[in-house]
Structure formats: C-alpha cells, structure tokens
C-alpha cells in the first residue's frame, strides 16, 4: 500500500533531478497544475525516475537495463529516466501510438518496438521480452515506485497554494493513486476523471475490484488502460475518491478551451482532467486544481 511515508521518500530520491512545475492561476477559484512542463512533457518522468533509481539502489539494473509498456508518455519517461543512469531502454508501444511520442521515444536512444493496437497489446509482449533479456521491468503504473513517484505533484501542490478539490486523469490510475495517497491526511478532496469510452477504474469501484473494460475514445493513447492498478483501486477504495466519467466531445472542447484561452497545448488525456468539471460541479467558493498532466500531442488541429 503506497503510503504519504512512500511519497516524502519518492521526493527526496528525484529532488533536484526534476522540474519543479508551477500553478498558473486561470481564475480565482480554478488553478491549474502545469505537469505538462515536467521533463518528457508529462508527469511520468516523477514516477519513472524514482522507480529506476531505487531500481539502482537495489542493484536491480544488469546490463539489459530497463523495459516498458507504454501508449507513449510512460515509455517516454522511462527512456529519460534510463538515460539519466546510463542504461539501455527497451519500449514496447501499439502500434497505432502517436508518431510525435515514438519520435521522441527514439530520440530518447531508447528500443522502440511496435505491438498491437492497445496498451495491453504491448504490455503482453514487453512481458515475454522481459523474460529473455532479464532486463528490469517498469510497468506504466502499478509499481508502488512509479505510483509514489506521482504523488510528489501533490505535496508540491499543498506547498505553493490551497486548493479544496484536484481533478486528475485517470488512465491506469498511477498518478490519481499516488495524489490521493499524498493527500488522504488533509481535506482536500481527489476527483479522478476518465473518459466515458475508458472508465477502468470507474468500474473497479463499481465491481470491487478491478477487472478488464473495453477502452477507446479521443484519449486512448494515453488513458487507454484495460484494467485500474491494483494500487489506485486501493488507494481510491480507501479515500472515497470521487470518480467522474466525460464524454469525449467535453474533451475535445476541454483541449480548445485550454488552447483558446490560455494557449495551453494539452494532450487530450491531460484535457481530460479539465472536462471533468463537465461532470463534477464545484460548490460556490470550492477552490479547483486541475492537474495538466501531459502535452506530447500533435497540435495541428488546434485552431
């Protein structure tokens, strides 16, 4: 069970290695966390970092370095974290990943390998790869290391402003897990939101526990989870967590509305968290953070 204990310690492994990312005040009760500013472009390089350095710390790490399973920004981080120790990095992707994550995957010096049409496609495939090469396994988001690593957003968060209600993306549930576990002492209250045509782990909480969903929808590359972590299922079972489903048209205009107003180039997962005010609806005076999670995007269409 990750732990607030968990997250101090995840901080101070990656401190100083990492960007610390600013809030940007959009209103006076709406603020938003920029995570998109994190080295790789998205939170994951928190998570990654952590997870490859205690690696190192346990002498985890052969000369096969690491492998991932990624739709694009785990894969990305875990290439940058590989690098910053100087070991090899092996990414398994579908194959139907965003070019501009696979440019940067490889620009990374990482392996990138191209497997199926979703994350479990690939996450299978990384899985018997592993096996052969020894090399040390960093899943996307169901390792205590990677979910901790997350949680460091939020103690930067309670440290540079107040907020009552954080809205985050949900995917596999790494990052919301690791937020609320860093939160449940305080009354802040942890809004995880996912897509309408992704809701794993919606339906974890629904079915008590979690189980395999279809997934799909605008955001798939990056919330295109078939099943919720057993660590953010624990964590959202013990904190009540709110869940929120949004259709994929409110994030499509979340994504506009990010670009319009404050020339934010979110990626549709990321634009998630902001249209899940389309579904959670503040109370007069409630003080909302959302958490601007990533922007490896093609913004083309952004007009």
């Known amino acids: 069970m990750i732990t607030l204990a968990d997250i101090i310690a995840a901080r101070r492994r990656i401190e100083g290695r990492i960007r610390r990312t600013p809030v940007f005040e959009a209103a ?4 938003f966390k920029l995570e998109y500013l994190q080295h790789t472009g998205s939170f994951k390089a928190r998570g990654a970092l952590n997870n490859v350095l205690a690696a190192q710390e346990r002498g985890d790490l052969g000369p ?16 940058w974290a590989a690098a910053q120790v100087g070991v090899p990095a092996e990414i398994h992707v579908p194959a139907n990943a965003p070019a501009v994550k696979v440019k940067r995957l490889q620009a990374l010096g990482a392996t990138v390998v191209q497997t199926g049409t979703e994350y479990s496609h690939a996450l299978a495939a990384s899985a018997e790869r592993a096996t052969q090469t020894g ?11 990677m979910v901790a690593g997350a949680g460091t957003i939020a ?7 107040t907020v009552d209600t954080v809205l985050v993306a949900v995917g596999g549930g790494g990052l919301v897990g ?6 449940d002492d305080t009354p802040v209250r942890v809004v995880g939101v996912e897509p309408v045509a992704a809701p794993s782990l919606h339906t974890a909480l629904d079915r008590g526990g979690p189980v395999d969903v279809e997934v799909g929808g605008y955001a798939a590359d990056s919330l295109g989870a078939r099943r919720a972590g057993r660590i953010a299922y624990a964590v959202a079972e013990r904190t009540a967590m709110v869940s929120a489903l949004v259709a994929d048209a409110a994030i499509r205009e979340a994504r506009q509305r990010l670009w319009d107003e404050w020339r934010i180039v979110a990626e549709p997962g990321a634009a998630a968290a902001y249209a ?3 579904a959670y609806r503040p109370e007069p ?4 953070a959302v958490i601007v999670c990533g922007a490896n995007t093609d913004p083309s269409d952004l007009v």
Do not use: K, W
């Open 28 to 31: 006076p009760e709406l603020v």
């Open 64 to 79: 096969a370095g690491v492998i991932a399973a990624s739709g694009g920004n785990a894969g990305l981080a875990v290439a």
């Open 135 to 145: 090399a040390f396994v960093c899943h996307a988001y169901d390792q205590p290391e």
């Open 155 to 161: 103690l930067e968060l309670l440290a540079d402003t």
């Open 178 to 183: 690791g937020i609320a576990a860093a939160l």
């Open 276 to 278: 899940g005010l389309t």
């Open 285 to 288: 005076g409630e003080r909302v």
